[in-house]
């Protein structure tokens, strides 16, 4: 049996995000602009967390792993993010599973849970008998897919919510696969256009 540490945070399955689900337009946007919204592709992604006795890959951080019978493609050690990522005297995992509705790797949380740390044994980065703990949760919206109708579609739908007045920023709204600083970056020039200061450049330090 693995053991889960306590909840600590709501899911992301919150009453605030079943609101914003409920948000309509009306009028309803032109055919065309919904068949482009249900036409842009994206990954989500299992990321599991799992805490070991045990320190097998010294001072690294990340690591690709190729293989296809490993289910996770990148797992990190993020201990090095600070000390509210660290538990003194061990070692955490965070490994990440992308998949896609209706896939092979499209499971609930314990099954995933199993699939990663018998994976993980297998690379021998955590042997089952020094486990402490493992958790996992779901993000439905991870990456963009950049399929032969990507620029098409997108823009189709973000000239139309520019169109009524509504700006998109950051990575799922604006359907890019930016990084956090782009997206700390273009989200302060929208600020900026907002108060009327359309030129104004990005302060130094900002995204650095």
């Known amino acids: ?7 600590s945070t709501p899911s992301n399955s919150s009453a605030a995000s079943d609101v914003y689900k409920r948000q309509v337009l009306d009028p309803a946007p032109p055919e065309d602009v919904i068949a482009g919204l249900h036409g842009m592709k994206y990954n989500s992604i299992h990321i599991t967390v799992v805490n070991t006795t045990s320190d097998k890959v010294g001072n690294n951080f990340a690591f690709l792993v190729p293989d296809p019978e490993i289910p996770f493609h990148r797992v990190s050690k993020i201990d090095f993010l600070g000390h509210a990522y660290h538990i003194p005297d061990t070692t955490t995992f965070m490994a990440e599973i992308t998949f896609r509705k209706g896939d092979r ?4 949380s314990d099954a995933v849970i199993e699939m990663v740390v018998d994976g993980l044994n297998r690379i021998d980065f955590v042997a089952k008998s020094e486990l402490n703990f493992a958790t996992s949760e779901r993000f439905e919206y991870a990456y963009v897919i950049y399929d ?8 189709k739908v973000l000239t139309y919510l520019e169109s009524i007045g509504i700006t998109s920023v950051g990575r799922f709204a604006t359907f890019e696969y930016i990084n956090m600083d782009t997206s700390v970056e273009r989200a302060y020039l929208a600020a900026a256009k907002f108060l009327g200061r359309e ?10």
């Open 1 to 7: 049996m693995i053991r889960r540490p306590p909840r």
């Open 199 to 208: 030129n104004e450049e990005v302060p130094l330090g900002l995204i650095s």
């Open 105 to 108: 790797f499209d499971l609930d």
């Open 148 to 155: 032969l109708h990507h620029r098409q579609n997108t823009d």
